[in-house]
């Protein structure tokens, strides 16, 4: 068996879910693996997902696909033979953050999603949660199966050399960035203001009976439960920042919260629902206002820190531990930016967000943009000063210029290895069957052999 591709990139949007117009598939099994079934159904989702990136994939890469699919099904078979664990919380959590980032796609407006799946996001959320808990037990199965995988410097120049030299890959240019985000301050005004209006909610609620979940439709500030009714699904401990948390888990069924104050605004919360360590609850949010004097103000101080850089007189790590939103990412990571598509801290041009781009053109490495206003996930208006780290030019693949990249890549090879050896002895000793309608491709051959052989 050649050329094992263990999980296709798939899951940029939820698993197990279509578009109300793709084509309607009538479901039957094609292969059984141990206890695990694969249907026509999630082959032809996976097929049609990869075929958005690549619209020229021929029909036989389905041969492709369900051999990922056997052996991500052979992983989960031996993970439940293996009594490996997955919990509640655990399945919870990753079918929220898919949630999340489907309705950021969908600019938080769970009735386009609807539309579009033709199903609500409750549906699924409940119809994603075993397709969840398998593929959560196969990647921890697949991390057992590879945890012994390491690869020496010796190890990286053999695979480095033995790729062809007219197959070297072509890197773009890149670049590698340091950032400070900086959080406008509140003025005192301001700060009375907003206490005062969530002061008067709270009494509508509480004395005057007003229904919680409407209110927070009409002046909750959190742009993404707001127009739920305030309402944030179940969450574990740390999903939330710790003065909402603090406050949230001490909550009794119904109860509603005194005013809870945090970086994002003041808070009434109202606890739904607990399970074990997981909370259901709902929240309004107000903000207070950022008048144009605080972006005026913080937008000097950044001018000034930019300053104090360019001079010597203040390390860019300096600056960002003194001034930098602790909330962010880079703040513990010395500044840096990661790539969100990569992991890693480089990006190519087309990667980087249009302001950062035209921020430090024409940059010299080291140097310091103009701060520049920008806003944050949460909606808010915020400031960052950029540093240029490092700028590479269109180059193809050097060893001493992409060592880590290369590192990277013959790490992945060297676990892939390990998989394919795996995957080969489990088939000595798990059922195997797959249909006729794809007996005929070549690279599932040594699967079904081993399988064949196994019943003789």
């Keep these: 068996m050649k050329n094992i591709l263990l999980f296709l990139p798939i899951l ?77 919380e655990e399945v919870t959590a990753q079918i929220d953050a898919r949630i999340e980032r489907l309705r950021a796609y969908f600019n938080q407006d769970d009735k386009a999603i609807e539309e579009f799946y033709g199903q609500s996001v409750s549906t699924m959320k409940a119809q994603l949660s075993a397709d969840m808990r398998n593929q959560i037990l196969a990647e921890r199965m697949q991390g057992k199966v590879t945890e012994k995988a390491t690869i020496t410097p010796s190890e990286v120049q053999r695979f480095f050399n033995e790729i062809p030299k007219d197959s070297l890959p072509y890197f773009n240019a890149e670049v590698e960035i340091r950032e400070i985000v900086y959080k406008p301050k509140v003025n005192p005004e301001e700060h009375t ?184 996930p949460d909606g808010s208006d915020q400031f960052r000063l950029v540093q240029l780290v490092s700028r590479s030019k269109p180059h193809k693949a050097d060893l001493k210029l992409d060592y880590g990249k290369i590192q990277v890549a013959a790490l992945e090879q060297k676990k892939g290895e390990y998989t394919e050896k795996w995957v080969l002895e489990k088939l000595n000793t798990t059922y195997l069957s797959v249909s006729n309608m794809f007996m005929s491709c070549p690279n599932l051959q040594e699967m079904i052999g081993i399988s064949a052989a196994r019943r003789q």
């Design 12 to 88: 940029l949007l939820p698993l197990g879910l279509t578009a109300q117009n793709d084509k309607a598939v009538i479901d039957r099994v094609v292969a059984t693996v141990g206890g695990e079934i694969i249907l026509l159904s999630e082959v032809q989702e996976q097929y049609s997902f990869a075929g958005k990136d690549q619209p020229e994939l021929p029909e036989t890469y389905q041969c492709v696909v369900l051999q990922n699919l056997i052996v991500q099904k052979l992983l989960v078979n031996q993970a439940k033979l293996d009594s490996v664990e997955v919990t509640e």
């Design 193 to 376: 203001k907003a206490r005062t209006r969530i002061e008067d909610i709270r009494k509508r609620i509480a004395d005057q009976g007003e229904d919680f979940a409407e209110l927070a439709k009409k002046y909750s500030d959190d742009p993404g439960s707001g127009a739920q009714g305030g309402d944030l699904g179940f969450q574990k401990r740390g999903t939330f920042v710790p003065e909402f948390e603090a406050m949230a888990y001490k909550l009794e069924a119904n109860q509603l919260s005194p005013i809870v104050e945090t970086e994002f605004g003041f808070h009434l919360i109202q606890l739904l629902e607990r399970r074990g360590n997981l909370i259901h609850c709902r929240h309004i949010l107000i903000k207070p206002e950022i008048t144009e004097a605080d972006m005026n103000g913080a937008k000097a101080k950044l001018d000034s820190v930019r300053q104090l850089i360019r001079e010597d007189k203040l390390s860019f790590t300096a600056a960002v531990k003194k001034y930098g939103d602790k909330n962010q990412q880079s703040f513990n990571n010395d500044g840096r930016v990661a790539n969100p598509r990569t992991g890693n801290s480089y990006f190519e041009v087309a990667d980087l967000e249009t302001s950062v781009f035209f921020a430090i053109d024409g940059l010299k490495e080291g140097e310091v943009a103009e701060p520049f206003q920008f806003k944050s």
